[in-house]
């Protein structure tokens, strides 16, 4: 089966870096991806790594470490629109099922 | 401009009726999923399919949930009887799958069911 686990909640103040950690168990793996949901939203697509590593993009930045089944989501700079949900999802073997964790609120203050 | 289409975008009814969600995947993605959200409970895996087939329904309540998709532009997602439990956000993505590079989901914007 497939689970992740993530902090539930992650508050920061403005200008500020924060990691927001994700460790995974699947049994079949093809990548993991960073999701934005802001409140009465729908989930939007970060960030998806599929090789050990960082990936950036803007602002945001995702890494990956397959042999510990462990990835976070860096964010940067942050603002106060970055307030919002974050989660991390495993795509893994079965017709790429995609898993999501529980989600991560990060609170924004100023 | 595209995107994943769902309707109704919200839905009032009693218990016991019968709901019917629909969603409109984007033209040419071959992934299909239904997830459930609700405060206590995240993103939940509902059911998906590949090329129409599909693949996994173990997240749902067999006994009054099923999933379809009559063709490669429709699947549709109905609760019968549905019960105050099952008040949630249902929301529908799609994706290419292994064929996209990125692993992205695309999200409709959700159908908020209310079961009174």
């Known amino acids: 089966g497939q689970s992740l686990e993530q902090p539930s909640e992650v508050t920061a103040v403005e200008g500020a870096i924060v990691q927001i950690n994700c460790t995974y168990q699947?049994?079949?793996?093809?990548?993991l991806s960073w999701y934005q949901q802001h409140d009465g939203g729908a989930p939007t697509f970060l960030s998806y790594n599929a090789l050990d590593g960082l990936e950036e993009t803007g602002r945001f930045s995702s890494f990956l470490s397959r042999s510990d089944s462990y990835g976070y989501l860096l964010l940067q700079e942050l603002q106060m629109k970055d307030s919002a949900s974050y989660f991390c999802a495993v795509s893994g073997t079965g017709g790429f099922k995609t898993i999501f964790g529980a989600g991560t609120r990060l609170f924004v203050k100023a | 401009d595209a995107r994943v289409t769902q309707t109704p975008r919200d839905k009032v009814t009693e218990m016991g009726q019968e709901v019917t969600m629909r969603c409109q995947p984007i033209l040419g993605h071959n992934t299909v999923f239904w997830y459930r959200q609700t405060m206590m409970q995240g993103l939940e895996l509902l059911a998906y399919?590949?090329?129409?087939?599909?693949?996994?329904d173990s997240g749902m309540p067999k006994d009054r949930f099923s999933a379809e998709m009559p063709d490669a532009t429709l699947a549709t997602l109905k609760i019968q009887p549905s019960e105050p439990r099952d008040s949630a956000v249902y929301f529908c993505a799609s994706g290419l799958g292994l064929a996209g590079n990125t692993g992205e989901l695309f999200f409709g914007e959700g159908s908020r069911l209310t079961v009174l």
């Open positions: 399919f590949r090329n129409r087939a599909p693949l996994d």
């Open positions: 699947t049994s079949g793996f093809y990548g």
